[in-house]
């Protein structure tokens, strides 16, 4: 089965940049989807079709796939971004969806 | 304002049965498939089935496929999830979410409903 690779955790500081990378066996040929999840709280769809943003979702969050890796990034990080953030990508041969296992963005 | 009331998670014994519920509003139910999402203690999400709009297509994760059964009654906007033969490990917090357009993204989601199972 497919299979998305995230890294465990990302630190950055207010008002920075933050660059969250999910990687997958050509990642570039799918659409690529990213959540956000807070503790005790449902998950919130915050880029889909790796680059469209749900209304609601500020500028300050953007999304890209290309060269293997698809990227979420986070301009101007604030505290309230800090959360858990998890890829997803429709796996065409067997009609799953698939999670990466998710980055913890601590803002510091 | 489209919502998502997840119901039905409870403790129950391994080996045991559990039935979930999501009630939909604010939305035409019966245009948009449906899923189920779960997450495991200290873990990350994990998907665990789709239903079609007109329940035409189920599918499963390895993980649950001939374990759980998911199905919809778009005359109540309600969606199901039948959890038979459950172990330790099924032991998560799941989310009803219902997807996007596209059917292959996770577009608004439930407040989730907890499940147990131990002896």
């Known amino acids: 089965s497919y299979v998305l690779t995230q890294p465990p955790s990302v630190s950055v500081a207010p008002g920075q940049t933050a660059r969250l990378t999910c990687g997958g066996k050509?990642?570039?040929?799918?659409?690529v989807h990213w959540y956000q999840k807070k503790p005790d709280q449902a998950p919130v769809l915050v880029v889909y079709?790796?680059?469209a943003r749900p209304s609601g979702i500020p500028e300050r969050l953007s999304g890209s796939n290309a060269g293997s890796t698809a990227t979420l990034t986070i301009t101007r990080v604030e505290a309230g971004d800090e959360a858990d953030y998890y890829c997803?990508?429709?796996?065409?041969?067997?009609?799953?969806?698939?999670f990466g296992g998710g980055t913890k963005l601590t803002v510091v | 304002e489209v919502l998502l009331v997840d119901s039905g998670g409870n403790v129950v014994k391994p080996g045991g049965s559990l039935r979930l519920s999501c009630e939909a509003s604010?939305?035409?139910?019966?245009?948009?498939?449906m899923n189920w999402v779960r997450q495991a203690p200290g873990r990350g999400l994990e998907w665990v089935s789709y239903?079609?709009?007109?329940?035409?297509?189920?599918y499963y994760a390895d993980s649950v496929k001939g374990r759980f059964t998911i199905s919809r009654d778009n005359a109540k906007n309600s969606l199901y999830l039948q959890m038979d033969s459950l172990r330790a490990e099924d032991t998560a917090v799941y989310y009803c979410?219902?997807?996007?357009?596209?059917?292959?993204?996770?577009?608004?989601w439930g407040q989730g409903t907890p499940v147990t199972v131990s002896s």
């Open positions: 979410a219902r997807s996007g357009d596209s059917a292959y993204f996770f577009e608004y």
């Open positions: 997803q990508v429709w796996d065409n041969n067997n009609d799953q969806r698939v």
């Open positions: 239903i079609s709009a007109m329940s035409t297509y189920m």
């Open positions: 050509n990642i570039e040929s799918k659409s």
């Open positions: 079709d790796d680059s």
């Open positions: 604010g939305f035409t139910f019966n245009s948009f498939g």
